[in-house]
């Protein structure tokens, strides 16, 4: 009998942490996605379907919606795409790519406070060094963080300069999986290095392609800590992503009803864009070459 339950003993601590920290604070989420409470109140009487129709009547709800998916759509597709052609250039084993790789990954293992601090100063309006540049160049200062044309692309590209580095890692353990004789006939036929970047190279890394795009993606509709830091959601809302105003409305306004009911439609959305992604790109994968 204990022989049986031996399996059971070992995985318990760790079935017990998932429950106590992801499956408990889902049910209670969802619970309160029901009922109207403030932190104070004892009471927490039910109110329906109220916070979730209050959520879609409001502007802000579609405004962050839009901000979140305008996020995504560039950041993603960047992110992929230039990590792709970067792995492809530091897979070989030099002591130039082991420094290169280290050094690019350095970002992603960075802590992403200091992070967006530092592009704070960098992208300052009266002394950051990004229109000391542009002053150099001949041209005038660049309002970055208080433009809402141009908040939202900063932080974009402070995004992916972080996450980078850890694309471009898990493309290079993708593209050493791939046998050297699919490039060597490659190579026999005639094939023109974009050629087989395109034909061989492309479509054999399309399962690491598919496990970053499923990451990358539910890390875009999760951004904060650099929205928090560097723009706090404004200027104007422009940057006002949907985990912005779940922590806004719920700890700043303390509609925790609404709040959670917030948090409930992100679930929803993010396990719909996983079922669409798997049936759209996941069955153009193939796992063996």
């Given amino acids: 009998m204990l022989r049986k339950l031996t399996p059971y003993l070992f995985v318990a601590p760790l079935i017990a942490f998932i429950a106590v920290f992801t499956y408990i604070p889902i049910i209670a989420s969802i619970n309160l996605s029901f009922r109207e409470w403030n932190f ?7 109110v329906g379907f109220d916070n979730y129709r209050q959520l879609l009547a409001s502007r802000d709800f579609w405004n962050s919606l839009r901000v ?5 759509a560039v ?19 030099t002591l130039t790519s082991r420094v290169l790789r280290g050094a690019m990954f350095l970002p992603y293992v960075t ?8 592009f704070s100063w960098v992208f ?4 950051g060094i990004a229109n000391a540049v542009l002053a150099w160049l001949g041209f005038g200062k660049l309002p970055w963080l208080q433009d809402p044309q141009l908040a939202l692309w900063v932080l974009i590209f402070v995004n992916t300069w972080k996450q980078l580095g850890y694309d471009i890692v898990i493309y290079i353990a993708g593209l050493q999986a791939v046998p050297q004789e699919l490039y060597d006939a490659a190579s026999v036929d005639g094939g023109r290095r974009f050629q087989v970047f395109r034909r061989v190279t492309v479509p054999l890394v399309m399962p690491t392609t598919y496990f970053l795009l499923v990451i990358s993606v539910i890390e875009a509709f999760q ?3 650099i929205i928090s830091v560097m723009t706090h959601g404004g200027p104007a809302g422009a940057t006002d992503v949907l985990v912005h105003m779940l922590y806004r409305v719920g700890f700043n ?4 009803g609404t709040g959670s009911a917030l948090a409930v439609l992100l679930f929803i959305l993010l396990i719909a864009l996983s079922l669409v992604k798997s049936q759209i790109v996941g ?7």
């Fill in 40 to 46: 104070l109140s004892p009471d927490m009487p039910l």
């Fill in 68 to 72: 979140t998916t305008v996020f995504a």
């Fill in 75 to 93: 950041s993603v597709p960047l992110r992929l795409g230039l990590a792709l052609v970067i792995a492809n250039y530091l897979k070989r084993e």
């Fill in 111 to 118: 802590s992403t406070v200091s992070i967006a601090v530092v």
């Fill in 124 to 127: 300052a309006t009266d002394y």
């Fill in 223 to 225: 951004i904060f800590t």
């Fill in 253 to 256: 306004l303390f509609e925790i």
């Fill in 283 to 289: 069955r153009r994968v193939h796992y063996e070459a």
